[in-house]
């Protein structure tokens, strides 16, 4: 059992940092060096599954819409639809109400970000200076959240001893005092790793605790081994106190160019969010509802892009095995591999480049040092499995093949 001491939380150096993407930083790091072999491409999380079949008749059939400004709160039909989804697929203490407790968004990532400012004008004064928690390494959208609502960016280590989320027993009631939101990414990114339904009635009960909002980030929730992941609106109570979850398309139904997702809580929040969206964010286009609509009323093309997942991650086990400290993760679709034997992230990643013709990112680009100076992420790639099997199967033999010289290279 790792001390809580150990586990303190950390803080940002620079304020620039949070907003960097880790893909430029990816393209700067490989910029000197060619691919020795025909790219194939594992650092970008973008769905590569054929889209679901019904994507283009939908759109013809509403296509005058898109000579309409859309509603900040959508059409009801679309908010019917994604509550329907949440009481068919989770065990929610009561359904959502589609009219108060819903509101569509451009996908998950500009929602999560344009909550941090609602969420820090809700919450109101703290005690302290205001901040916003989130898993080490984390999605960079939930640091430039932080900093766009003028908050400070605690980020809290997930490392492999502690199941790779936050451990919440380390968060001392000064910290939370001063705490606007706490964001969770579940199943996590890069990791896998899924929260349990204890872990999320503890997070809920410190959130209505201490007066702070939860951002639960479930975009990859379609996406698992076994056991379908749970949602923070399972383990919250009846009103969905001090909490929200966010949901996207483009995973569950490989449509990550439709930008269409929802997110769905406390609606109280939901009402200040909305009536900082209708300002501020960007709406979601009448004919793209229905497209999502139609995506969270099929269940199909879930199943089977769950099944090419599994495909894959059936490759890594036989290929991978135990190496890279390799375990087939409960949800999503990466692979998050210790290479700290291997020349380190970033070496690790010039090479599978330069020698193997493959793209990964290096794991502390997805992360923030601590206050001890170390990176969570550090000695660690993320490998995204989006690519069809045959390709994923050969990136993955070239990377033993070129890992197993284990002489780091210039």
């Known amino acids: 059992m790792v001390s809580s001491a150990s586990l303190r939380p950390e803080t940002a150096a620079a304020p620039a940092a949070g907003e960097r993407s880790p893909f430029a930083r990816l393209t700067e790091l490989l910029a000197p060096y060619q691919p020795g072999q025909k790219l194939i491409n594992l650092s970008l999380g973008e769905p590569q599954h054929p889209m679901p079949s019904f994507v283009g008749e939908t759109l013809m059939q509403s296509l005058a819409d898109f000579g309409r400004y859309p509603a900040s709160n959508g059409i009801p039909a679309f908010r019917a639809a994604a509550a329907a989804w949440l009481s068919r697929r989770y065990q929610l203490p009561r359904a959502v109400d589609p009219e108060s407790e819903i509101l569509p968004l451009n996908g998950s990532r500009e929602g999560l970000f344009h909550a941090a400012i609602a969420a820090a004008a809700y919450v109101?004064?703290?005690?302290?200076?205001?901040?916003?928690?989130?898993?080490?390494?984390?999605y960079p959208a939930y640091a430039a959240g932080a900093r766009g609502a003028g908050c400070e960016p605690v980020f809290l280590p997930a490392t492999r001893d502690n199941g790779f989320l936050?451990?919440?027993?380390?968060?001392?009631?000064?910290?939370?005092?001063?705490?606007?939101?706490?964001?969770?990414?579940?199943?996590?990114?890069?990791?896998?790793?899924?929260?349990?339904?204890?872990?999320?009635?503890?997070?809920?009960?410190?959130?209505?605790?201490?007066?702070?909002?939860?951002?639960?980030?479930?975009?990859?929730?379609?996406?698992?081994?076994?056991?379908?992941?749970?949602?923070?609106?399972?383990?919250?109570?009846?009103d969905f106190k001090n909490v929200?979850?966010?949901?996207?398309?483009?995973?569950?139904?490989?449509?990550?160019?439709?930008?269409?997702?929802?997110?769905?809580?406390?609606?109280?929040?939901?009402?200040?969010?909305?009536?900082?969206r209708n300002v501020a964010a960007p709406q979601v286009p009448v004919p793209l509802q229905h497209v999502g609509i139609a995506a969270y009323g099929d269940e199909a093309h879930v199943d089977e892009n769950r099944r090419l997942y599994g495909l894959k991650f059936d490759h890594a086990d036989a290929i991978l095995g135990t190496r890279f400290g390799y375990r087939r993760p409960a949800g999503g679709f990466c692979a998050w591999l210790d290479v700290s034997a291997h020349g380190g992230d970033e070496q690790a990643a010039?090479?599978?480049?330069?020698?193997?013709?493959?793209?990964?990112?290096p794991g502390s680009y997805l992360a923030r040092p601590g206050a001890d100076g170390s990176n969570p992420g550090a000695g660690y790639i993320r490998v995204a499995l989006v690519q069809p099997a045959d390709a994923t199967k050969e990136a993955l033999t070239r990377m033993v093949a070129v890992l197993n010289d284990h002489e780091p290279r210039g």
């Open 124 to 138: 109101g004064k703290r005690n302290g200076t205001p901040a916003i928690l989130m898993p080490n390494p984390f």
């Open 350 to 361: 010039i090479r599978l480049f330069r020698d193997g013709g493959v793209r990964v990112l």
């Open 166 to 238: 936050p451990d919440l027993d380390a968060l001392g009631d000064k910290l939370l005092s001063r705490t606007v939101a706490f964001y969770l990414a579940s199943p996590a990114n890069p990791q896998g790793s899924v929260a349990t339904p204890a872990y999320f009635a503890r997070l809920a009960e410190l959130a209505q605790r201490h007066g702070f909002m939860v951002l639960s980030d479930e975009c990859y929730s379609e996406i698992y081994t076994r056991t379908p992941p749970g949602s923070i609106l399972e383990n919250a109570g009846t």
């Open 244 to 276: 929200v979850a966010f949901q996207s398309l483009s995973k569950r139904s490989n449509l990550p160019g439709l930008r269409v997702g929802f997110v769905a809580g406390d609606k109280a929040f939901i009402r200040r969010f909305h009536e900082w």
